[in-house]
């Protein structure tokens, strides 16, 4: 991979973002007395010296240090820390997870994600208004021979209460896609998987069929829909049906899937995978991107054959 950067490098970023960060905290900080000297020269001329007097020398101050802090950020932290974010995930994200047996072949975009037109059609997620749809962050390679993309993906939907408007989140996490999971089980229409704790949270439109199964446990924790009531015991097999539940159980998190043609869709919703932090040193990072990698390697387990 070219232009790659080494973890020392990183740590440099790192360092330089956290030591001009403090820097502007610092100075902000200081700003705070001098604000309040300087409008206490002016105030004092105005009104009287009272209780009143000082609350708003106070307020005036700390909204005056506030908008100092914005400022400072703007122009000496957030170019720092973008760049060491950038550096993060195009650069030694891609680096440490080639290094994991079975990746390969992977491409990293931060401007490129799903359309909303793609999560719509796979139903796995509620997608909301395509006019407040934001996907990005997209990740796509192989794992293991299988052909994957996971983006980060907020929907929101603009909702009328009490004469008033407002934007309301209805999904804000990963939709992870595996693509050609098995040769022999193609699914024929979509094969809908909601947890039931969640149901009313993420899920959008759903199949025609309510499906329940043999297995008790598997219909105690999802709701099950289907384009065709066959396709869908054809699909969920005893072992993917248990493969199924270990992954929710290994994500912790609000997830639901879906079976359709040759692909698989996962919604997890959950904080952004890959996100670079300056409050920890890259070394323990590291050990962040390989967890976050085993929701590529524990989705795989679900495409068996049986």
């Given at each position: ?40 020269r002016f105030m ?129 996490g990963q939709i ?131």
């Amino acid at each position: 991979m070219d232009n790659l950067v080494s973890e020392e490098q990183l740590e440099e970023l790192r360092e330089k973002a956290v030591k001009r960060a403090r820097i502007v905290y610092a100075l902000s900080i200081l700003s705070i007395p001098l604000y309040a000297d300087l409008f206490y020269r002016f105030m004092k001329e105005e009104e009287s010296v009272q209780e009143l007097f000082f609350v708003k020398l106070a307020a005036v101050s700390l909204v005056l240090a506030a908008g100092t802090l914005v400022l400072l950020w703007h122009l000496i932290v957030s170019r720092t820390y973008s760049e060491f974010n950038r550096s993060f995930k195009e650069k030694y994200v891609l680096h440490t997870i080639e290094k994991i047996p079975g990746f390969e072949r992977l491409q990293y975009e931060s401007r490129a994600g799903f359309s909303w037109d793609e999560v719509r059609n796979s139903a796995v997620t509620a997608c909301g208004d395509e006019k407040y749809f934001e996907s990005e962050d997209l990740l796509r390679g192989e794992y293991e021979g299988i052909s994957f993309i996971i983006s980060d993906v907020t929907a929101r939907k603009l909702v009328r209460r009490n004469k008033k408007t407002r934007l309301e989140e209805v999904f804000d996490g990963q939709i992870l896609c595996l693509f050609q999971f098995d040769d022999t089980k193609i699914s024929k229409g979509h094969v809908q998987l909601f947890q039931k704790k969640f149901l009313s949270d993420i899920s959008g439109w759903k199949a025609e069929h309510r499906i329940r199964l043999e297995r008790e446990e598997f219909n105690s924790r999802f709701e099950i829909f289907a384009d065709d009531e066959y396709n869908a015991y054809y699909i969920l097999t005893p072992r993917r049906m248990e493969k199924i539940m270990e992954f929710t159980d290994m994500v912790k998190a609000q997830t639901s899937l879906v079976f359709l043609d040759d692909k698989i869709f996962v919604a997890v919703k959950k904080a952004s995978l890959f996100e670079a932090s300056t409050d920890r040193p890259v070394a323990e990072q590291t050990e962040s991107i390989q967890q976050d990698v085993r929701l590529i390697q524990k989705a795989r387990e679900m495409l068996i054959s049986d």
